[in-house]
Structure formats: C-alpha cells, structure tokens
C-alpha cells in the first residue's frame, strides 16, 4: 500500500533529478564504451607503435591505475563528498583519452592508458555514491536499471563502431571521440548541481578515523605501485635475468604483503560471506579482461595471416593455401551440417573441388620452389583450422564440467 509520501517521490528521470541521472548515465556509458571499444583497436595500436611483446601492458597500466583510483575514491568521498572527485574523474579521462589518442610512442600511450585507468576508477565509486546520497531508496532500484543498461548497450555498439573508426579514419579517433562527450558531462554535471539538494553530498560521518583513512590510502598507493614494477619487469615476456627480474619479484612480493590489507579477512580462503563474493568477482575479473585483451589480437592475427597468405608473392603460397582449405573442408563441413541440423537450417551443397581433382592438380606441379610454397601456405591454413578445433574441443569440455 502506498503512503502520500511515497507517492511524491518521483523516478530518476523526474524532473527533480534528470539532469543529473543524464548526466550519470551519460559518464557510465562514456566509462563502459572506452572499456569495451579499446580492445577492439589495440591490435592495431600496437602494430603502429611497435608493441606487439608489450600488448597486455597497455591493459594492465589502465586496470593498476583505475585499482588506484577506487581506493583513493572510496577515502576522498569521504572525506570531501562525491563530486569533486567526479570533476576530477572527468578530467582525467578526457585528458587520458586525448593523451593516447595522439600518442606516437609507447610510453606516451601508457601515459595515457594511466591516467583513463584513474579516472575511471575515481568515476565508478563516485556515480554510485551520488547515486547513494542524491536519490530516494524507493528510486535507486530504478536507476541501477537505467545504470546496467549503460553499461550494456557500449558493450553491443562499442565493438562494431571501433572497428569502422579503426578500419575507415584511425585507430586515435577511438580515444578522441570520448574526450568532447567527457568535457560536455563536465558542464551539464556542474548545472545540476544547482538544481538538486546538495546537502547530503558534502563530507559525511564515517566509521572509520583519519588515520585509517591515510593507511588506506598509501595501501592502495602501495599495491599500485607494487603491481606497476611486476608490469615492468615482466612485460616484455623475457626469460632472462636482469635488473628487471629483480624489480619483477620486488613487485610480486608487494602485491602479496600489501594486498590483503585492502581485502576483507579471509578472502583468500574464500570463507562464507562477502570475502567469497570478493574473491570470485576478481576470478571472474581475471577471465572477462583476459578474454578482452587477447581474443581481439588472435583474431586480427588470424585474419592478417590469411591475407599474407593470400596476396603472396611466392607463387604457390595461395595455391597450397586454397588445396589445403579444400582437403580440410570435409571435416569442417560436418561440424558445419550438424549444427545446421540442430538449429534447422537448410545448407546449400558444397560445390568445392573433389578430393581427387584437388590432389590431381597438385601432381601437375613439377616445380620445387612452387611445391616448398604451397607446402608453407597449406601449413598456415591447416594451424588456422587447428585453432578452430582446439576452441571447438575447449567449448565441449567446458559443458562437460558445468554438467558435473
């Protein structure tokens, strides 16, 4: 039963509040579009800037810095409110996203990937505690819809547009299309501020003194820069030792002392509660970046190496290629009909050479240096197709376990 008080509360997009859920949902979708566009261009940002054995760096410079800012977030809400962590946030990222975006070199990237890295991490804990401190109780649940769904769309749209700015301008119009939509949330977060009740967003009591306040934060200072010297030292995937080597071990060391101070009690043993919950959101943290980062750099690779093989110069290369293709098809067709069968799809019938005017054509060829090529072409074909497999027997091995 509804009570009078009750009914005056309006929705997020009430007028009371909806500059400021605009305003939110606009800086969720700009965060989740950056994190989900990104991977999509590294390929190619790491071939333009030679830093193909430092790829995965890129990525975890980003996630160190954005660990950084959370826990930085969490102290300085505290003790100053949400929103001047949120300005600064802003900038950050805009100035992240520029720096990358005009970057000609690695570290200038890195640079860059840092401070978005930071900005987001402030962004994440400040929109949920405006969130916290702005709407009624009876709102929130409403506006978490509203927030899930910002986070959703990016992740459908955000691929497919990073790919046409990649393939048709530049990868740097990735990071360059966010800074203008950052510094126009700046502007429209600064006028809601005067339209809604900013009481509650000031600083606000806290269980938790100013010294405790101070060890987090030089906590999360330390695991960051911990996890940046193991970054450093490993990146360059090296097995030899170096000052590098130490610096790697100096860093995993830090990393273990340090982290658990920023964990609930009993996290690495899983115990019953919040710490088991913490623990599986970073396993399931660790899969989904894992996932992001170089699934995008195996498929580009497989691509470009069918276009080298493709275009060749050497003459056979594409000819052994295209024999193997039709030799292999046989097998991939089976896989192929079955699913189509199960999903009720009518295939047309394939109309590729047979087996023995495939290996006909190949006896006709008397020349060493064109039978060495087409062995190479048909070798990288049949890896390709071996990585189809191992996926494919990956995938049923996994539902294997799941129904265990």
Known sequence: MRTEGSERVGGPLSRPYLEVTLAVLALVTIVAFESMAVSTAMPDVA?????????????????????????????WTDRSGPLPGTFVGQLLLAAGAATCGSATRLDVFLVGR???????????VMLYVIA???YPEATRPRLFTYISAAWVVPSLAGPPLSAWLTENLTWRWVFWIVVVPVLVTVVALGRAQRRVDTT???????????????????????????AGALQLGTHELVIAWSWK??????????????????????????????PSC????????AAFYGAVTYVPLFLAGQRHALEMLARSERRGCALGAAAALVLD?????????????????????????????????????DSP?????????????????????????????????ALL
């Open 47 to 75: 071939v333009e800037l030679h830093a193909v054995r430092s790829y995965g760096f890129a990525f975890s410079v980003m996630l160190t810095a954005q660990l950084l800012g959370i826990v930085l977030a969490g102290v």
């Open 114 to 124: 840092a401070l978005t890295g930071l900005g987001g991490g402030l962004l994440v």
């Open 132 to 134: 916290g401190r702005v």
């Open 200 to 226: 509650s967003l000031g600083e606000v009591d806290s269980s938790r003194d100013h010294a405790t306040h101070v060890r987090t934060a030089w906590a999360g200072v330390a695991v960051a820069l911990a």
């Open 245 to 274: 080597t130490g610096l790697a071990l100096v860093g995993l060391v830090g990393v273990v002392v340090v982290a658990p101070r920023l964990l609930p009690r009993g996290t690495v043993r899983m115990a019953a509660g919040v």
């Open 278 to 285: 913490v623990l599986a959101r970073a396993l399931l943290c």
């Open 329 to 365: 098809w046989r097998a991939i067709r089976n896989v192929v009909d079955a699913a189509a069968q199960r999903f009720g799809v009518t295939l047309t019938p394939p109309a590729l050479p047979s087996m023995r005017q495939t290996m006909g054509m190949m006896q006709t060829i």
């Open 369 to 401: 240096a064109v039978e060495r090529a087409m062995l190479f072409g048909a070798q990288q074909l049949l890896i390709q197709h071996r990585g189809l497999w191992d996926l494919l027997e990956a995938r049923s091995g996994a539902r294997v376990d």
